[in-house]
């Protein structure tokens, strides 16, 4: 199984709500990422998970929380989202950090209105 | 972290040889040279690696000059599904903090018929 899950694959959610982007991988592997995408634009790095534990965090505003319940399972909880925050939502997984063979889930398209 | 710079776009046809070069004039001793594909909607897929001279797999060749302050992906023989971004991306594959797996601007390469 080389595949990286995202569910689900569209959202739209008001700015009030609480939603979880949901990710997932058995590959085994030890590094999680989560990258948001505007149209046009490269992959931004937001958060990355090494073993479980959160290694990096680009400054991203607190209304996005990552969680990483076990080494398969990658979870981005939002709420009180603004409408700029309309993107794509990847997640990727890699052996380890550091190892930039990495695979990625098809993203999940969130529209906030 | 070395910063990359590649062409914003390039057009091809059917059958040719597509060459796209980055140029990543600050690499580290210890860095290597990754490129990934993605299409529209989709999360970017790894193509192929390397660190000096020549590498080839079923996909691409990678081509890496001994100062290896640029590299160049070969797509050869590009069909029309072959239209997608192609990133370039650098990092120290053994430093897990100092490798972000941060992507570039990345070239938008349109087959045409």
């Known amino acids: 199984d080389t595949e990286v899950t995202q569910t689900p694959k569209h959202l739209v959610m008001g700015m009030t709500n609480k939603k979880s982007l949901k990710c997932e991988q058995h590959?085994?592997?030890?590094?999680m990422y989560w990258y948001k995408q505007k149209a046009k634009k490269p992959p931004e790095l937001m958060f990355v998970?090494?073993?479980?534990?959160?290694?990096i965090n680009e400054s991203v505003p607190s209304r996005f929380s990552p969680e990483c319940p076990n080494s398969s399972l990658l979870n981005l909880h939002l709420h009180a989202l603004q409408p700029e925050d309309s993107a794509l939502y990847l997640c990727a997984s890699s052996p380890r950090q550091g190892n930039t063979e990495a695979f990625f889930g098809q993203g999940t398209r969130l529209t906030v209105v | 972290l070395a910063k990359t710079t590649q062409p914003i776009s390039m057009d091809s046809y059917e059958g040719q040889e597509v060459n796209i070069t980055c140029s990543h004039n600050?690499?580290?001793?210890?860095?290597?040279i990754t490129w990934y594909q993605q299409f529209p909607s989709q999360g970017p897929r790894f193509i192929i690696q390397g660190y000096k001279t020549k590498v080839t797999n079923e996909v691409a060749s990678l081509f890496i000059p001994a100062d290896r302050k640029s590299s160049t992906l070969s797509l050869p023989r590009v069909s029309l599904s072959d239209t997608a971004v192609y990133y370039c991306?650098?990092?120290?594959?053994?430093?897990?903090?100092?490798?972000?797996?941060?992507f570039g601007g990345g070239t938008r390469v349109l087959v045409k018929p």
């Open positions: 600050n690499i580290a001793t210890n860095d290597y």
């Open positions: 998970y090494s073993y479980e534990k959160l290694s």
């Open positions: 991306l650098v990092g120290d594959l053994k430093t897990a903090a100092g490798n972000k797996l941060t």
């Open positions: 590959m085994g592997h030890r590094a």
